[in-house]
């Protein structure tokens, strides 16, 4: 087709074997939108297409992607508010004709249904990172990275320590939407036994809390490992931690310092942590 249907805070590109989404930086587009730019939607991605009244004077065209072709749809597994879903485009209700049009030729040209045995639609680009409550999360495209922060941390992960984590070795990714209770970014480990219930507790967590790890950073990162994971080859170990900062081991064990006098951490611990650190110079 070739031809540009525009909306608020974004525009729609047909192209005979898929649908180019460029979304607007505006101050009032969504800031996930703002994050995701554009993306690229194969038409074997898409199952359905519809147009129904919108609220205001609008009208809604949504594409309805595959169930398992889109990685951030699968990490977000149905949390996403209506406003911040990527595959609606809201147009004023006088061009309700034209998008109907565009719906029909749209329709026209899908083949595909079902679900998907693979992800059709291309992740988000790494490197990717956001800070969370209790910590910093990095992702450079072959393992992520937990930072604890002191100021947040539970006493468990400080004594598991900074944690990384091949994509091989995990099966997948749980996500919790941080603008709801208890939000959280979990990695789902391959041979591990079952997580602590509480994110908080768990080192292959990192906890978002009300206000803290934004939708619009957390969600393209879970996705990106998610799709990483999906097309990774396990791997048998994990590959050495690199050395730390002199400064930042010797904060580390100020800390583990307080939570021993705190009573939160045993002398053995205490000792057995602090060896540790010491061993990363």
Do not use: N
Request: proline share 8%; hydrophobic share 40%; net charge negative.
């Amino acid at each position: 087709m070739g031809d540009v249907l525009a909306g608020f805070h974004a525009a729609w590109e047909f192209e005979s074997d898929s649908v180019l989404i460029r979304y607007e930086r505006g101050i009032r587009t969504p800031k996930l939108f703002q994050a995701l730019g554009e993306r690229r939607i194969p038409l074997e991605a898409i199952e359905g297409v519809t147009l129904t009244p919108g609220r205001r004077g609008t009208v809604v065209l949504r594409i309805e992607p595959r169930p398992g072709a889109d990685p951030l749809m699968e990490a977000a597994a149905g949390q996403l508010k209506e406003s911040s879903d990527p595959y609606r485009l809201v147009l004023p209700a006088e061009r309700e004709t034209l998008a109907e049009y565009y719906a029909d030729e749209l329709r026209a040209l899908l083949t595909e249904s079902g679900p998907s045995e693979r992800h059709l639609v291309a992740p988000p680009e790494t490197p990717r990172q956001f800070k969370a409550y209790d910590g910093k999360a990095s992702f450079d495209g072959t393992s992520v990275s937990f930072r604890w922060f002191w100021t947040g941390a539970s006493s468990a992960k400080w004594k598991a320590g900074d944690q990384r984590f091949p994509v091989g070795e995990l099966s997948g990714v749980e996500w919790r939407s941080p603008e709801v209770f208890e939000g959280h970014l979990r990695l789902l480990h391959r041979d591990a036994g079952a997580s602590p219930a509480q994110a908080d507790q768990d080192p292959a967590a990192v906890v978002f809390g009300l206000g803290y790890g934004p939708v619009h950073e957390s969600l393209p990162f879970a996705a990106a490992v998610l799709a990483a994971v999906r097309t990774c080859e396990p791997v048998p170990a994990v590959a050495a931690a690199p050395r730390r900062d002199p400064a930042d081991i010797a904060e580390r064990i100020r800390h583990l310092g307080e939570l021993h006098q705190a009573g939160l951490v045993t002398d053995e611990e205490f000792s057995s942590k602090k060896a540790e650190l010491l061993a990363e110079l």
